[in-house]
């Protein structure tokens, strides 16, 4: 794979910059300053976009524009621009029904309720693309407010507890995405599948 496509999904603004719903934003941030590029607006794009070489594989970042539910217009716009396969294009997205730090990889599935992956299956007419999820743990419940009650949570802003949960999870990502080239996929899916932020 000469070329690797990440697409965080996020909301842009400072208002949404340390919200749950922002991992994907925030794990390519990380993964970009690592590497020491900058994130530029591209509007054909409908993102912004990054980009660096990693043992002459390009990677390029993405962090849609377009708020989470319209994702897919962006991904639609990167995918059809590039004229990419889409096993090029690994989603990065946040999860409230998975464990806080818990990551899962899959090649393929439904939104599971995400908005902004149900988007990208809309304008993408599929359901076949890689996907990163990363668990923010579920809402505090709440039985009469249920609905406001995920909002606030997804929405509301990454605690410093979980701060310290979720760079470690950031970085046993990056890590794994550096590695797309030289390291059998099957093996990244099981290692970042199996991933126990507790024992690191």
């Not at 070329?3 to 965080?8: A, R």
């Not at 899962?104 to 007419?125: C, D, M, P, T, V």
Request: charged content about 30%; some cysteine; aromatic content about 8%.
């Amino acid at each position: 794979m000469d070329e690797i496509y990440l697409i965080g999904l996020g909301n842009p603004g400072k208002k949404y910059s340390k919200s749950r719903h922002n991992i994907g934003f925030l794990l390519l941030k990380n993964f970009s300053k690592k590497h020491n590029t900058d994130f530029l607006l591209k509007d054909k794009l409908k993102s912004y976009c990054s980009e660096f070489k990693i043992d002459g594989s390009k990677y390029r970042l993405f962090l849609p524009n377009t708020f989470m539910n319209n994702s897919g217009d962006a991904v639609r716009a990167i995918v059809e621009w590039y004229k990419i396969n889409l096993d090029q294009i690994f989603i990065i997205v946040d999860d409230k029904d998975l464990p806080l730090g818990k990551i899962r990889f899959r090649k393929k599935g439904s939104s599971g309720g995400h908005n902004g992956l149900k988007s990208i299956i809309e304008r993408l007419q599929t359901q076949n693309f890689n996907r990163i999820r990363i668990g923010i743990g579920s809402p505090p419940s709440i039985r009469e407010t249920k609905n406001l009650n995920t909002i606030s949570h997804v929405l509301g802003n990454i605690t410093l507890e979980e701060k310290s949960i979720l760079d470690k999870v950031y970085n046993r990502v990056i890590e794994s995405l550096e590695q797309l080239n030289t390291t059998k996929e099957e093996y990244i899916i099981n290692d970042l599948n199996s991933f126990d932020q507790k024992q690191t």
